[in-house]
């Protein structure tokens, strides 16, 4: 096992802390760490994709399972398979898209690992038919305080407080998903432009749950009769029957090629005051905008292409300054639309440099106690964390979000207050219960939990 002390951030690279890291070879290695722990605590860590604090702790000790990464068995006749904490949702497509089976829940990215999904409790493209990871979850192998390494199956106390709970329940070391079977490896892909934030919700919700991803980016620069205007994209799995008769069974990864998600100019360090200015953000959404089709279908699309398309894409973050980025992500309920029309509004009336959002409309919501994702709407968008008066501008659209019912995601949060927490977490009593039952000596900490009173 090796062990150094690093300097740690979140995906957003705001807020670094320093940490004693930890790299176990396997299960043992990692008990001996939650059994040694400092008064600081610990607390597990995989690829760093959370944009916020959840996977630091100042002063502590942090596990980085990224090296427990084997894949136990595919049971390709039940639909199963068993893996470490640390394999990547990437690998994980790699290794069942050939066998005709796909991870159960895909996120934006591949760069998380099973526990982080698990921990995080990460909702897909499609939450409103399949929910999120952990609902797919048979069984996991978590470690605990005590540094014994438990079998934790749904339906108990202790998984609906893991799922979603950010490795404050113990170590996430391994898990038994239940797959989803799929016939070719082609997405078939509608896109289409919508005028403003009114027809972009209507087209979510016409032809109700026929084609069952979808997403939508939102130009949040756009004013008067355009604001939140977007483009929605939405998919199904391709049948035999959709795929051309050349297709065969379509070779779902380049053997060659340049390695996706590097920024093109190598070695180029965040800039001092990053290029995401409003003109800036302007005219690269106006660019995107007008570039995309106003209505084509049936497009056939790779399954990574379609799920992980910001993959293959240049590395954006320094062009958000050394300051980093934050990443608001919020939750509200049907029938609350006109909250989000105002957030919508207010977001594109302070001139906020935003080129990344994403609206998505979610389902039934999971057990998890601290799970994010809840029936209606989410957005989720980047903004540069230098902007003048940000936080107090964010305090206030929380104001908003909590008014309405809503949340934020807790596991890409960064800059949250304690009250709001609680007031948007209406479980986060039985949580806090729970864990100082099972953990009373507070041996998983993170820089999050102690910043939110976790």
């Known amino acids: 096992m090796s062990v150094d002390t690093v300097s740690l951030t979140g995906w957003g690279r705001t807020a670094p802390t320093t940490a004693v890291r930890f790299r176990p070879r ?66 994980l497509l790699r290794v069942l898209l050939p066998l005709g089976w796909l991870p159960p829940v895909l996120p934006g990215t591949g760069r998380v690992t099973v526990g982080g999904a698990i921990g995080s409790d990460l909702p897909g493209l499609d939450h409103r038919r399949a929910g999120s990871f952990a609902r797919h979850v048979s069984a996991l192998e978590l470690l605990t305080a005590d540094g014994e390494v438990r079998t934790v199956l749904p339906g108990t106390a202790l998984f609906d407080a893991t799922a979603g709970g950010l490795g404050l329940t113990g170590v996430i070391l391994g898990a038994t998903l239940r797959l989803r079977r799929v016939s070719t490896g082609l997405m078939a892909v509608s896109t289409g432009r919508a005028g403003d934030l009114d027809d972009l919700l209507a087209r979510f919700t016409a032809g109700g749950d026929r084609l069952p991803y979808a997403s939508a980016w939102v130009d949040l620069t756009a004013r008067g009769r355009a604001t939140g205007r977007g483009i929605l994209t939405r998919g199904e799995h391709a049948t035999p029957d959709m795929c051309p008769a050349h297709a065969g069974r379509t070779r779902l990864f380049p053997r060659s090629g340049a390695a996706p998600g590097r920024f093109p100019f190598p070695g180029l360090p965040p800039l001092p005051g990053g290029l995401l200015g409003p003109a800036a953000a302007a005219l690269c959404n106006e660019v995107r905008y007008r570039g995309s089709p106003r209505a084509r279908s049936g497009e056939l699309r790779p399954v990574p292409a379609f799920f992980h398309a910001s993959d293959a894409l240049p590395d954006v973050r320094p062009l958000y300054g050394r300051g980093g980025l934050v990443r608001y992500r919020f939750t509200v309920g049907h029938g609350q639309e006109e909250t989000l029309h105002r957030v919508v509004r207010r977001i594109a009336a302070r001139r906020s440099p935003a080129v990344r959002a994403v609206l998505q409309r979610f ?76 953990d009373p000596a507070g041996a998983f900490r993170s820089d999050l939990s102690r910043r939110l009173g976790l």
């Open 26 to 91: 396997g299960y043992e290695e990692a008990a001996a760490v939650v059994r040694g722990r400092g008064p600081r605590g610990v607390i597990a860590r995989g690829l760093g994709r959370s944009p916020g604090d959840a996977a630091q702790n100042a002063g502590g000790s942090v596990l980085d399972l990224s090296g427990l990464a084997r894949i136990g068995g595919v049971d390709a006749a039940a639909g199963v398979v068993r893996c470490d904490a640390g394999v990547s949702l990437e690998r």
């Open 363 to 438: 389902g039934a919501a999971d057990p998890g106690l601290l799970s994010f994702a809840a029936p209606g709407w989410s957005l989720e968008l980047d903004l540069p964390a230098s902007l003048p008066g940000l936080g107090r501008f964010l305090d206030g659209v929380d104001e908003e979000v909590a008014a309405a019912g809503g949340r934020l995601c807790l596991a890409q949060d960064s800059r949250m207050r304690p009250e709001t927490a609680a007031a948007m977490y209406p479980r986060l009593a039985e949580f806090r219960e729970l864990r100082a039952r099972l």
